[in-house]
């Protein structure tokens, strides 16, 4: 577990904005809380949550969720991948920093899966506060909603460049509405020697659901 004195570290150079300063700090055995004059995030390892956590490679996840609002959904969080030092070698990921995320893609596909860089990708491009997961079983979910064909979460070594193909969904809250559900199909690039690009599509818009979608 990452110390709480490298947590607070992070977020005070990579969380905070311009003036910003921390007012209060709570320490757990679990993290952190910690209170700026505008924001408050709890943050601390969550190892467990995130696939990329299976790799040799990966010491740690940081998570830091924003809590000082009332979000129907996800709130907004800052992730960190702390790689495992050699010799002090290793700079922490920042995953909101999208060159930082791309230059992660590098490393597909063979010290990093598709799987745990999808979920990086999803969560971590951009900031919405639907949930979003990629599927990992879609065609269950194209039969359940009669959908077009969803591609599996799978890497395929191209010319010159490695693609990786998946899908997500996306659950949301809308007045009078009620919960609905969007799906996305990911096309990630990463050409020999450069960063990962990414682009998505949605195929699916506004499906009415009852119950939240597990993948």
């Not at 949550?49 to 809590?67: C, F, K, Q």
């Not at 009332?70 to 960190?80: A, M, S, V, Y």
């Not at 702390?82 to 070698?89: A, D, K, M, Q």
Request: overall charge negative.
């Amino acid at each position: 577990m990452t110390p709480n004195t490298v947590v607070i570290d992070l977020i005070k150079r990579h969380v905070l904005w311009a003036q910003e300063q921390i007012e209060d700090v709570q320490e757990r055995p679990d993290g952190v809380v910690v209170r700026t004059g505008l924001r408050h995030f709890t943050a601390g390892s969550k190892p467990a949550d995130w696939t990329v956590s299976r790799h040799d490679w990966v010491a740690d996840v940081l998570i830091a969720t924003r809590d000082d609002l009332i979000i129907h959904g996800q709130p907004e969080r800052f992730g960190f991948l702390i790689p495992v030092s050699v010799s002090g070698e290793g700079e922490p990921i920042f995953l909101n920093d999208i060159d930082q995320l791309a230059q992660l893609g590098r490393r597909l596909p063979e010290s990093l899966d598709a799987l745990a860089y999808a979920e990086l990708v999803v969560q971590f491009h951009r900031y919405t506060s639907a949930i979003q997961k990629v599927l990992t079983e879609p065609e269950e979910l194209r039969r359940r909603f009669d959908l077009p064909d969803l591609p599996a979460c799978a890497v395929q070594q191209g010319a010159g460049a490695t693609v990786l193909r998946f899908a997500s969904s996306l659950e949301y809250r809308r007045p009078v509405l009620g919960r609905m559900l969007d799906i996305a199909q990911w096309t990630v690039t990463v050409p020999a020697g450069a960063s990962a690009r990414w682009e998505s599509e949605l195929i699916a818009q506004r499906i009415p659901i009852d119950d939240p979608l597990v993948s």
